[in-house]
């Protein structure tokens, strides 16, 4: 089973900061099924990245992702007041077919 | 506009079952498989299983921590899903929440409902 570790748990900045959001795998995970999400209180999770690299319809641009091995980053250039939420990576495998990151909260400094 | 609605949560007491529905609209139903991710109070998300979509077989999988006391189908006639949860357990407690797949990612989420077991 491929365990995915997000950090850091929480990471506090300003608006106007760059977010570095790091997802490593335990084993090497196909960059196309790594995705990622963002979660507000209260709300549903919305696809962020999908195949490690690729913006979902209607992402600004200030999100990215990227990958270095069984390390995956998003990135948030500058974050905006909206920008703060709880984030998750997911990938998908043969067993079980689809784990998430514990999250990585991104709150106000 | 591509929208999916959880019913059917609730309290129920343990030991009993309970049965989930995804409705989704603005999309055809049938073209997507569609997964169930429950969130306990306070926690991360937790996929517990899927169902494909019928050019794909239809058949549902699940994850091993919950395989034996789940049950997912679907009828795409009126574009629902379902996912029904025998011997509930008070770490069953969560919102559950039912998304569309897109290849390999979800891609549109459910509001979700939420189920509280407790005597």
């Known amino acids: 089973e491929i365990v995915l570790t997000q950090s850091p748990g929480t990471l506090s900045l300003s608006p106007g900061e760059r977010a570095t959001l790091s997802c490593r795998a335990s084993q090497s995970v196909s960059s196309t099924y790594l995705a990622w999400y963002q979660q507000k209180p209260g709300q549903a999770p919305r696809l962020l990245i999908y195949d490690a690299f690729n913006r979902a319809t209607g992402i600004p641009d200030r999100f990215s992702g990227s990958r270095s091995g069984t390390d995956f980053t998003l990135t948030i250039s500058g974050v905006e007041p909206e920008d703060f939420a709880v984030y998750y990576c997911q990938q998908y495998d043969s067993s079980p077919l689809w784990t998430f990151g514990q999250g990585t909260k991104v709150e106000i400094k | 506009e591509v929208q999916l609605v959880e019913s059917g949560g609730g309290l129920v007491q343990p030991g009993r079952s309970l049965r989930l529905s995804c409705t989704g609209s603005g999309f055809v139903f049938g073209d997507h498989s569609v997964s169930w991710v429950r969130q306990a109070p306070g926690k991360g998300l937790e996929w517990v299983g899927f169902?494909?979509?019928?050019?794909?077989?239809?058949?549902?999988d699940y994850a091993a921590s919950v395989k034996g006391r789940l049950t997912i189908s679907r009828d795409d006639s009126t574009s629902t899903a379902y996912l029904q949860v025998n011997s509930l357990k008070t770490e069953d407690t969560a919102v559950y929440y039912c998304?569309?797949?897109?290849?390999?990612?979800?891609?549109?989420w459910g509001q979700g409902t939420l189920v509280t077991v407790s005597s």
């Open positions: 169902i494909k979509s019928r050019p794909y077989g239809g058949t549902p």
């Open positions: 998304a569309r797949h897109t290849e390999k990612r979800f891609d549109s």
